[in-house]
């Protein structure tokens, strides 16, 4: 069985452009019920963002922590098991301010752990989860380039440099432009989406 693990980060609820895309990505990754999805809807249940007990625990050598310390790293723990556990992953996500949304980047500073999913080294970072795919579809309102008004896009770079930072460089990001320039924009965006090719699909049961 394919585990996908699919973090949701619009906030628009059913209206959101992101979320439709990512129905059509898994309908077209499963459909007979052997495709495993762990749904983190990083919007509608958000995450809070580290405090100082769990930046604080989260520095401390493991062997050095009591219950408080791993009280307070916790939920980190449970993001980075989702993770770890999905062969694959899937973010449906807007694009707020050029950059990912606030929900998204709790997340990612959930994860993101010094001697848990990376360590120091004299060379700069180093990740310790085992790679795997991971999609990033994301909407925005206006286009990227090459039309009057374009915008920079500093989502993508980012979103690929720090998953790398944790191991993971199997990243492609699907991005969906002009979906507030009216209905036959955002549709014909909707139905470009494909899954890319030689992406993990489900597994037929035993």
Known sequence: MTTLLHLSASSRGDASNSRQAAARLLGQIGGTGSLRVIERDLARQPLPHPDRATVEASLMPPAQRGPAEHAALAL????????????????????????VPSALKAWIDLVVRPNRTFRNTPAGKVGMLADRPVLAVVSCGGPFRDSPGSQQDFLTPYLKYVFAAI?????EVMRMERMNWGPDFAQMALDSVRVPAGWPRETASA
């Open 167 to 171: 191991g993971i460089t199997q990243v």
């Open 76 to 99: 980190s723990e449970t993001l980075i098991a989702e993770l770890e556990s999905a062969d694959a992953v899937l973010i449906s996500t807007p694009m707020h301010n050029f950059t």
